[in-house]
Nanobody, 120 residues
Framework: QVQLVESGGGLVQAGESLRLSCAASGSRFSINAMGWYRQAPGKQRDLVAAARSDGRIDYADSVKGRFTISRDNAKKTVDLQMNSLKPEDTGVYLC??????????????WGQGIQVTVSS
């Protein structure tokens, strides 16, 4: 059974930093992509940052230069270092992991989400 365990998050003031961590376990398949999404109240779930197995890293325009994603393939972990936080970064952050199954098959899993609140 696949598990994604998230940690970090909390309440900070604008300009401060937080670090989110996510650890994946329970799958025999290799990991394709690992990343973080954000869901604000009443809004859709949007990509914040993702690190793919081919080395490509994607960031939302709003976090470029402030957030850094890092991935440890051996430990199956993905971290998101968030600096210079802004009130608009507030939301529930969800860890996403995509496993590579049989040819042409991919499995997507989500963490339960972790709250990040940035006060002005």
């Amino acid at each position: 059974q696949v598990q994604l365990v998230e940690s970090g998050g909390g309440l900070v003031q604008a300009g401060e930093s937080l670090r989110l961590s996510c650890a994946a376990s329970g799958s025999r398949f290799s990991i394709n992509a690992m990343g973080w999404y954000r869901q604000a109240p009443g809004k859709q779930r949007d990509l914040v940052a993702a690190a793919r197995s081919d080395g490509r890293i994607d960031y939302a325009d709003s976090v470029k230069g402030r957030f850094t994603i890092s991935r440890d393939n051996a430990k199956k972990t993905v971290d998101l270092q968030m600096n210079s936080l802004k009130p608009e970064d507030t939301g529930v952050y969800l860890c996403h992991v995509q496993f590579l199954g049989p040819p042409g098959v991919r499995y997507d899993y989500w963490g339960q989400g972790i709250q990040v609140t940035v006060s002005s």
